[in-house]
């Protein structure tokens, strides 16, 4: 066959493009538990970190599965919760306290949000820290969900100050915050 005819260099292109998808599929197949164990592992810190639980080593998180635990002999509620930011995917835990009414900790992360905006809900631990102490009731009234994000807070006691410059994606929180806790009203109103 002549090397510089056309049926050469397409049958020479077709073999290196099986040859370079099996050894993708390969790779794939081969880290996918990897894969799967770090993704696990990345979840479990996101639930402890909604615990004010920070700074761990990966063998001190590996196993922990909890959404009721014991921090400093208090029983504490874990909430997991998904939504949308402006680019993609947000998602969260927001802990709670015995009383079922009292924030505990809080962790955001976000799948695709701009860098120094909307990933701050992922990136500044202070933001996040803004949650610990507020009210998830407005009073008495446990009827619905009063946490939120907001761009001018006018109840500091439920509400938390909006990520400067990322509107779209504080808006998602304060969706998120009220759907994802709203599933779970009948257990947050029980004794």
């Given at each position: 066959m002549k090397t510089n005819s056309n049926s050469y260099t397409i049958i020479y292109s077709a073999v290196?493009?099986?040859?370079?998808?099996?050894?993708?599929?390969?790779?794939y197949q081969a880290l996918k538990?990897?894969?799967?164990?770090?993704?696990?592992?990345?979840?479990k810190k996101q639930i402890l970190y909604s615990l004010n639980i920070r700074n761990l080593d990966d063998k001190a998180v590996d196993g922990s599965e909890m959404f009721i635990c014991n921090v400093d002999?208090?029983?504490?509620?874990?909430f997991s919760m998904t939504g949308m930011g402006l680019w993609g995917g947000i998602s969260g835990y927001?802990?709670?306290?015995?009383?079922?009414s009292t924030v505990y900790g809080a962790y955001f992360n976000h799948e695709s949000e701009t860098a120094g905006l909307g990933a701050e809900i992922k990136d500044n631990q202070q933001w996040q820290e803004k949650f610990q102490g507020k009210k998830l009731f407005k009073g008495n009234d446990r009827s619905d969900i009063a946490l939120s994000v907001q761009k001018?807070?006018?109840?500091?006691?439920?509400?938390?100050?909006?990520?400067?410059?990322a509107t779209l994606t504080s808006n998602g929180v304060a969706n998120m915050l009220h759907n994802g806790l709203g599933k779970f009203l009948k257990f947050l109103n029980s004794k």
């Open positions: 290196i493009v099986v040859i370079v998808a099996f050894l993708l599929a390969f790779v538990p990897m894969q799967t164990a770090n993704e696990a592992l990345a979840k002999g208090k029983t504490k509620y874990v927001v802990s709670v306290n015995d009383d079922k001018k807070v006018t109840d500091p006691e439920t509400q938390v100050d909006a990520v400067t410059g």
